[in-house]
T-cell receptor, first 113, second 114 residues
């Protein structure tokens, strides 16, 4: 079954409001990746986090990797219509020697008109 | 640098038939992963090939199979198609194994089974 839980499934925000999606794993992750899929498009790589407690920023996007490397978050400040899409996290379990990525179910960001 | 290409882009098949989808990775990439995506669903991992060897496999029935050639191009095959196989099939390539390498996705093949 799914081992990386991503919440919420959907988030409706007014343009200009903030948005956050969370990923939680039952086991320690070696690394976590974030992807964005625009409506009708394919997933596009955003970032990879590797270190415990790591925080990375890309303009209005802030990515965090938890101290225990079991959770991660993506926060968008002051959303814009260009942020619409589904955000996926994907992580590799530390003990998995096959380097398989485990994907979250995604959070769909919807901007209310 | 050319991106990941997938052919065909659209396909309509009848239940019971089989289908083969093709993926050409970015030049130099050795890993190709395949995913199934249905409306409103996330990405369901099918399998990953690295240097012609299947490294990982998702929870799909044996009707779904794949292979990778020496030039890293990959194909996936679905035999005895079912209506539930209608989906967008995405492939992604990466320099190293997907578990620690950035993946680049192709535009997908939209398969409709009638």
């Amino acid at each position: 079954g799914q081992q990386v839980m991503q919440i919420p499934q959907y988030q409706h925000v007014q343009e200009g409001e903030d948005f956050t999606t969370y990923c939680n794993s039952s086991t320690t992750l070696s690394n976590i990746q974030w992807y964005k899929q625009r409506p009708g498009g394919h997933p596009v790589f955003l970032i990879q986090l590797v270190k415990s407690g790591e925080v990375k920023k890309q303009k209005r996007l802030t990515f965090q990797f938890g101290e225990a490397k079991k959770n991660s978050s993506l926060h968008i400040t002051a959303t814009q219509t260009t942020d619409v899409g589904t955000y996926f996290c994907a992580g590799r379990r530390l003990e998995d020697s096959n380097y398989q990525l485990i994907w979250g179910a995604g959070t769909k960001l919807i901007i209310k008109p | 640098k050319a991106g990941v290409t997938q052919t065909p882009r659209y396909l309509i098949k009848t239940r019971g038939q089989q289908v083969t989808l093709s993926c050409s990775p970015i030049s130099g990439h050795r890993s190709v992963s395949w995913y199934q995506q249905t409306p409103g669903q996330g990405l369901q991992f099918l399998f990953e090939y690295f240097s012609e060897t299947q490294r990982n496999k998702g929870n799909f029935p044996g009707r779904f199979s794949g292979r990778q050639f020496s030039n890293s191009r990959s194909e996936m095959n679905v035999s005895t198609l079912e209506l539930g196989d209608s989906a967008l099939y995405l492939c992604a390539s990466s320099l190293g194994l997907a578990g620690y390498s950035e993946q680049y996705f192709g535009p997908g093949t939209r398969l409709t089974v009638t």
